[in-house]
C-alpha cells in the first residue's frame, strides 16, 4: 500500500523499486507488485524497464495478462 502512494504522491522509481522487492519474495501479493511496478516504471518515465515487467505479466496466467499485453501493444518500441 505505501509503494502506491509513494507512486501518486510523485515518486514513481522508489515505489517500483519497493515492489520489485516485494514481487521477488513468495507471496500473493507477487503478480499484483509487478502490476504496479509496472506502472510505476511508466509514470517515471522508464518504459524500458515497464516492458520487461508488462511481458513477464503478459507470459504468464494471471488477473494482469489481458491488460498487459495491452499496454505492450502500446508502447512503441523505441520507448527505452
Same mark, same amino acid.
Given at each position: 500500500?505505501?509503494?502506491?502512494?509513494?507512486?501518486?504522491?510523485?515518486? @514513481?522509481?522508489? %515505489?517500483? *523499486?519497493?515492489?520489485?522487492? &516485494?514481487?521477488? $519474495?513468495? +507471496?500473493? =501479493? !507477487?503478480?499484483? /507488485?509487478?502490476?504496479?511496478?509496472?506502472?510505476?516504471?511508466?509514470?517515471?518515465?522508464? @518504459?524500458?524497464? %515497464?516492458? *520487461?515487467?508488462?511481458?513477464? &505479466?503478459?507470459? $504468464?496466467? +494471471?488477473? =494482469? !495478462?489481458?491488460? /498487459?499485453?495491452?499496454?505492450?501493444?502500446?508502447?512503441?518500441?523505441?520507448?527505452?
Amino acid at each position: 500500500y505505501a509503494s502506491i502512494v509513494e507512486m501518486e504522491a510523485g515518486d @514513481p522509481m522508489l %515505489a517500483a *523499486d519497493r515492489l520489485i522487492s &516485494l514481487s521477488e $519474495t513468495e +507471496n500473493i =501479493y !507477487q503478480t499484483a /507488485a509487478l502490476w504496479y511496478a509496472g506502472l510505476a516504471y511508466l509514470k517515471g518515465k522508464a @518504459p524500458g524497464k %515497464a516492458r *520487461d515487467l508488462f511481458r513477464q &505479466l503478459a507470459a $504468464t496466467d +494471471n488477473s =494482469y !495478462q489481458a491488460r /498487459a499485453t495491452e499496454i505492450l501493444q502500446e508502447l512503441r518500441p523505441e520507448e527505452e
